[in-house]
Structure formats: C-alpha cells, structure tokens
Nanobody
Framework: QVQLVESGGGLVQAGDSLRLSCAAS???????MGWFRQAPGKEREFLAA????????LYGDSVKGRFTISRENIKNTVYLQMSSLKPEDTAVYSC????????????????WGQGIQVTVSS
C-alpha cells in the first residue's frame, strides 16, 4: 500500500517562497507523482508531475515558471518549490501517486495524501 504525507505548508506573505514535501511509503507501486491544489469553491487544479525514474516533468500553465517539482529518490520524497507566491495561490495542496505515465488529470493517480493548507496573505 502507498501512503503519501505532505508537509511544509503554512501562512506566508505575497512574494514569498515555500517548499512542500511529499514523503511516499511503498513508492515502488508508483511511477509518477503529482501535485494538485484546490481552493474553496474551485475545482481541483493540476500543478506539476514528475516520474521517479527519469525525472521527466510536466507543469500546469498557471504555475509554469514559478513552481518547480523535484524528487529525491533515496528519501522517497517529492518536492514542490513555490516562488513569487500570490494570494490566489491560497489552497489545499495535495500530492498524488500513480502507476501511469505523466498526466494532468486527477484520475491518472491512484494514491493521494491528506492535503496541506497554504495561505498567502496580501
């Protein structure tokens, strides 16, 4: 079974940077890891994804150039480095893992973390 645990969220000011971590146990059951977010009243939004083996990445248009996804295989951990944060980045951020190739759709991922709050004040 795969368990995903996010950490690193919190309250920051506009313009700040923040790094989220997602520790994965049982990661051998996954090929791809992704980050999503959901703000109140909005649909879940794809942010970024990465493959464990090749490190190939995929980004959502709204965060391309500001957010960077990376992985540290020896620690079974995936990171989301966020910079130039804006109030509209406020949301619950979740990591997800799946056996499929890189994808933007949440259905591409079988395993999900519990989510972590990121709040950006103006």
């Amino acid at each position: 079974q795969v368990q995903l645990v996010e950490s690193g969220g919190g309250l920051v000011q506009a313009g700040d940077s923040l790094r989220l971590s997602c520790a994965a146990s049982g990661r051998t059951f996954t090929n791809t890891m992704g980050w999503f977010r959901q703000a109140p009243g909005k649909e879940r939004e794809f942010l970024a994804a990465i493959t464990w083996i090749s490190g190939r990445t995929l980004y959502g248009d709204s965060v391309k150039g500001r957010f960077t996804i990376s992985r540290e295989n020896i620690k079974n951990t995936v990171y989301l480095q966020m910079s130039s944060l804006k109030p509209e980045d406020t949301a619950v951020y979740s990591c997800a893992g799946g056996r499929n190739i890189l994808g933007r759709v949440s259905g591409n991922y079988e395993y999900w973390g519990q989510g972590i709050q990121v709040t950006v004040s103006s």
